[in-house]
């Protein structure tokens, strides 16, 4: 693996009793799309805050090709951001705002011309040049913001929930756009956002933060398929969380009580002994109803229907287990849903199921 | 699920009455509506200020205002030298009141709004204090500094400085440039507050994140951005120090330092010449719309609060516009 | 693994010398003193024992305080005063929130001018409302002290109403911007008349704005000059008591009286503050 373009080193900031970041340690790897996840508090936006040099660590380094950089004042990294409401300046032409990072480095005035012209043409705002940012729509504010951050080639670039201001519709398209943008000039994005599908679709590798630490990293398939915490599960994407007791564990094989029914698991990296509380994460899309062969690779759970809800590509069946617990499952379209009330079973492949320890805090009460 | 939700049953018949009249006409109910405040502005400021303006074109004969419409007094204002003069001395006075305010004001606004953080309420609300404090009481205090007798000639006279007593520090044009900066300094600072409060951090940070330094920062960012508050500051120090005239009489001596407003204030007094004294009152009048209107009109094209995300600028301007009432 | 645990290393926050910060410092405590010290110089010298004000200072003295007790001019001018805001108050406030409701929520052909109109005061020099106010009442044959002793006049009562008015209107008008006129709908809609959601709904959300207003009106009415001057009948007001003494010279009197109303106005920008202060909650 090459050397990381920026490493975090044990940050920690606090703002008075609260700490908004715990201790944080973190490589990125040079050209990758990495994106900081969490909800608000989380310490997502503490921590981008920190690499522009907004706010400084009360602890910790960062690192920029080696280099320590948290003293150095905003101006001095050769770091940019593309801002939550695009802090675009009111006074000034988009041209103008494109342009301000290059004159403020004294950049050769043609060369000035030039780039921003290129940048404008990047994100196909050249033919608004002129315009000042209020007559520009919020999607439109939102390229210039990305131009003027882009121009300047920076080693890296920030982006603090871009596009959170904009509407779905547009959200969606500018989600591609952006990806392909990161492709194609290639600069490292570190990319804060609090929506999940965002972030399963656009990065490289997710950070998923919790209370200003790191719940856990990955790829968007591992954080999807292998979360490693109930909190990541929740999270990201929905899903089914059984709780159960170890009563045998035998090479990968887990077997749980649900206290009215008994079910098989995979242990994965989790180590587990008999007797241990554990929680079981279950996709509803891994979930299928009464399936017409019967195989003996599935677990089996009966529930009836409490609720259904037509949501287009998929049917949600809300079940109703008897210990009191929801479970959900998608149903895809076409199949004919049952009716409400009925008895139904639940079935899932084993190795679908995954197996998630205690939070510790849980553990302990 | 039971009674909560149950929907009550068509109602046979709605009884309307006289108000419901009313209530379905808009234009009745904006006219019973603004009937009182439009009577009273119409009665209590629009008649007395057409009738300053008619009174201008009256005659004066033998002491007695007769009701014939005349140019008279205006060709006496333009054609004596001495009020034209006037004019041109009390809007120098003013102007140097104006950009003394203004570099008092606008460090001291920066500081509140970008370097303050705690206590930044109540550090405002002591350059506010003194507006709310007689009028009287402020410019008297320089009388007491500056006078022959007073403190400062006390101070340099102990340490030896000067012998004897100055004359020249009261009663001259530089007293009532300095107790007039004393007075309008808050008025001018409100504005220029008002602005740089509204501007984002994150207009800053983006600024420092694209390699400005402080300064290129200051000057390309937060002083454009806040021309619109130096432009209403100034205004207000400009208007209100032009016709002030109790502090001229207080301070400037009764000759050496005469505004227009003290030239009106002789005029309806002791020279009882009242359509020569609302003629100047109109070309005050006349000064002061035309300013008013240059300045909104830089105050409009300038300002950008509704990008920056903020909001309620108007609003502000009125509420600053209120506050600046307090030298009336 | 990427992520790892990494020594850690204490960054101290950085506080290089900061000349620029210095300087706008020491520029605000000057302002500061310069808008204050003047201020102090009055009110010190209220405790000054000598009748002539000079240096150096000889602390200790409440015999202009009690000077002031027994001027029966000053009291009988202060009661004037106290008189004439609170007549002002009641009808500015009277006229001016119905006034602000007009501005926010009526559309009429010449709105416009209405607005402007009521905001002239608040724009043009003080003197040049006195002398039209002046005109106009010397034209209707109004005598300036009609009304006294009732009242210290009427036309210096209306003078001062018509002036002040805008101050409320000003004040109302922008907290009813402010106002999220759905929750006058709701009220509507849970079967208040206008009557009912103006007293439920719409004044709380500007109770506190009338009343700084008020607040406003009350200590600008004690404070005018410029239209009081012309409009004022046989009772003078405190600050026309004030600048008559003025024109007679220095008096030590006058020092004491200027530190009994700045005490009183700091009292008032408590109350004020406090009120801008619930606002925000």
Same mark, same amino acid.
């Given at each position: ?7 975090l080193?044990?940050l ?35 921590t981008?805050r ?9 602890r ?35 041209r ?5 990072g ?17 940048a404008l043409d ?15 729509s ?25 596009l ?5 519709k547009?959200r ?15 600069i ?10 965002e ?13 200003g ?5 990955g ?7 292998q ?8 999270f990201?994407?929905?899903t ?8 045998r564990?035998?090479?990968?094989q887990?077997?749980?009580d649900?206290g009215d029914?008994?079910?098989r ?20 899309e ?16 009966a ?7 037509y ?27 049952p009716n409400v009330?009925?008895?139904?079973t639940?079935?899932w492949?084993?190795?679908?199921g995954?197996? @998630?320890?205690q ?7 | ?5 149950a ?7 709605i ?9 379905a006409?808009p234009?009745?109910?904006t ?5 009182v ?10 008649i ?9 074109f ?31 001395f ?8 104006? @950009? ?20 930044r ?62 007075i309008?300094?808050?008025?001018? @600072?409100?504005?220029?507050?008002a ?25 390309r ?24 005239? @109790? ?6 001596g ?12 002789s ?16 070309v ?9 209107w ?10 950008y ?10 609003a502000?301007?009125?509420n600053?516009?209120?506050?600046r009432?307090?030298?009336? | 693994?990427?992520a ?10 950085r ?11 020491s520029?605000?405590?000057?302002v ?38 027994h001027?029966?001019?000053m ?20 006229i ?10 009526m559309?009429?052909?010449g ?6 109109m ?13 002398v ?9 044959k ?19 109403s ?29 079967y208040a ?12 959300n ?5 009343l700084?207003?008020a607040?406003?009106?009350f200590t ?18 405190l600050?026309?008591?004030?600048w ?38």
């Amino acid at each position: 693996m090459p050397p990381p373009i920026l490493e975090l080193r044990n940050l920690t900031r606090r703002f008075g009793e609260f700490t908004a970041l715990d201790g944080v340690s973190l490589e990125i790897a040079a050209g990758e799309f990495l994106t900081l996840l969490g909800a608000s508090g989380s310490g997502k936006t503490t921590t981008l805050r920190l690499i522009a040099g907004f706010d400084r660590p009360d602890r910790g380094s960062i690192l920029m090709d080696g280099q320590d950089i948290a003293g150095l004042p905003p101006f001095k990294r050769n770091i940019n951001t593309v801002f939550q409401q695009y802090a675009l300046f009111p006074h000034m032409s988009v041209r103008d705002n494109v342009g301000y990072g290059l004159r403020m480095r004294h950049v050769p005035k043609p060369d000035i011309a030039r780039r921003v012209s290129e940048a404008l043409d990047m994100v196909q705002m050249a033919h608004l040049e002129a315009r000042a940012p209020r007559q520009l729509s919020g999607g439109q504010q939102q390229r210039v913001a990305l131009a003027r951050a882009l121009v300047n080639r920076p080693r890296v670039l920030l982006l603090d929930e871009p596009l959170g201001a904009l509407d779905l519709k547009l959200r969606k398209e500018m989600q591609l756009e952006l990806k392909h943008l990161q492709a194609l000039v290639g600069i490292t994005f570190i990319y804060v956002t609090h929506d999940q599908e965002e972030a399963l679709t656009m990065s490289d590798r997710i950070v998923v933060m919790r209370q200003g630490r790191i719940e856990q990293i990955g790829t968007s398939r591992e954080i999807y398929t292998q979360p490693r915490s109930r909190y990541v599960a929740g999270f990201i994407g929905e899903t089914n969380l059984l709780k159960g007791r170890v009563t045998r564990h035998s090479g990968d094989q887990v077997s749980l009580d649900l206290g009215d029914s008994q079910i098989r698991a995979r242990a994965g990296e989790v180590t587990v002994s008999p007797g241990q509380v554990v929680w079981l994460s279950v996709r509803p899309e891994s979930l299928t109803m009464n399936p017409v062969a019967s195989s003996a690779e599935l677990n089996r759970l009966a529930g009836d229907v409490a609720d259904i809800v037509y949501a287009g590509s998929t049917t949600r069946i809300h079940l109703a287990l008897p210990g009191g617990e929801r479970m959900v499952v998608h149903e895809e379209a076409g199949r004919v849903p049952p009716n409400v009330g009925a008895r139904v079973t639940a079935t899932w492949p084993v190795e679908s199921g995954v197996l @998630l320890p205690q939070d510790p805090e849980e553990a302990a009460s | 699920m039971t009674q909560v939700s149950a929907p009550t049953p068509a109602s046979p018949h709605i009884r309307r009455t006289p108000l419901d009249y009313i209530r379905a006409r808009p234009r009745l109910k904006t006219f019973i509506g603004s009937a009182v405040p439009v009577g009273w502005v119409t009665v209590l400021l629009l008649i007395p200020y057409v009738l300053l303006l008619v009174q201008s074109f009256w005659k004066l004969e033998n002491g007695t205002i007769t009701h014939q419409l005349t140019l008279d007094n205006y060709r006496r204002l333009f054609g004596t030298a001495l009020y034209p003069d006037t004019i041109l001395f009390s809007a120098g006075i003013a102007l140097r009141v104006t @950009l003394f305010s203004l570099l008092l004001a606008y460090p001291l606004a920066y500081l509140l709004a970008f370097k303050v953080k705690r206590h930044r309420n109540l550090m405002y609300m002591a350059v506010i204090i003194p507006l709310w404090v007689s009028y009287l009481v402020r410019a008297y205090a320089w009388k007491i500094i500056l006078g022959q007798e007073g403190i400062l000639n006390g101070l340099l006279l102990s340490i030896g400085v000067i012998q004897e007593p100055l004359t020249v520090l009261l009663y001259s044009k530089w007293a009532l440039i300095i107790a007039l900066t004393h007075i309008y300094t808050p008025f001018t @600072l409100m504005p220029i507050f008002a602005v740089l409060e509204a501007i984002p951090a994150s207009l800053r940070e983006a600024s420092q994140d694209l390699y400005a330094s402080r300064w290129q920062t200051f000057r390309r960012i937060i002083l454009p951005l806040s021309i619109p508050g130096v432009v209403a500051g100034c205004t207000f120090a400009f208007v209100l120090s032009m016709g002030d005239f @109790l502090a001229p009489q207080l301070l400037g001596g009764n000759d050496s330092a005469l505004m227009v407003s003290n030239l009106v204030w002789s005029l309806f007094g002791v020279a009882y010449n009242w359509p020569l004294g609302a003629a100047v009152s109109v070309v005050m009048l006349a000064l002061t719309m035309v300013l008013l209107w240059l300045a909104n009109t830089i105050e409009k094209r300038m300002s950008y609060s509704g990008t920056m995300h903020q909001g309620g600028g108007e609003a502000d301007r009125k509420n600053i516009m209120a506050s600046r009432a307090g030298a009336l | 693994m990427i992520a790892r645990a990494a020594p850690s290393t204490p960054i101290h926050r950085r506080q290089s010398p900061d000349w620029v910060s210095a300087g706008l410092w020491s520029v605000g405590v000057g302002v500061f003193l310069f808008i204050y010290l003047p201020l102090l110089v009055v009110v010190v010298y209220a405790f000054h024992d000598s009748s002539i004000i000079a240096w150096p200072l000889k602390l200790g003295t409440l015999r202009w305080f009690s000077t002031l007790a027994h001027d029966r001019g000053m009291i009988d001018a202060a009661l004037a005063s106290f008189k004439l805001a609170i007549l002002t108050v009641m009808i500015s406030v009277t006229i001016g929130v119905p006034g602000a409701f007009v501005l926010d929520r009526m559309e009429f052909p010449g709105k416009e001018a209405f607005r402007r109109m009521v905001l002239l005061p608040l724009i043009l020099p003080g003197i040049i409302t006195g002398v039209a106010l002046l005109t106009y009442f010397s034209l209707l044959k109004v005598s300036l002290s009609s009304g006294f002793p009732f009242v210290p006049g009427w036309p210096v009562v209306l003078g001062h109403s018509a002036a002040l008015t805008s101050i409320v209107v000003t004040q109302v008008f922008a907290r009813l911007q402010r106002v999220d006129r759905s929750q006058e709908e709701a009220s509507q809609d849970l079967y208040a008349s206008e009557w009912k959601t103006f007293w439920f709904v719409t004044l709380p959300n500007i109770r506190t704005a009338v009343l700084g207003a008020a607040l406003l009106v009350f200590t600008l009415s004690l404070d005018e000059i410029a239209v009081t001057f012309f409009l004022i009948g046989r009772q003078n007001t405190l600050p026309l008591q004030i600048w008559g003494q003025l024109r007679r010279g220095i008096t030590p009197e006058v020092n004491a009286i200027a530190t009994v109303i700045f005490a009183l106005s700091v009292g008032v920008i408590v109350i004020w503050a406090r009120l801008m202060k619930q606002d925000e909650r």
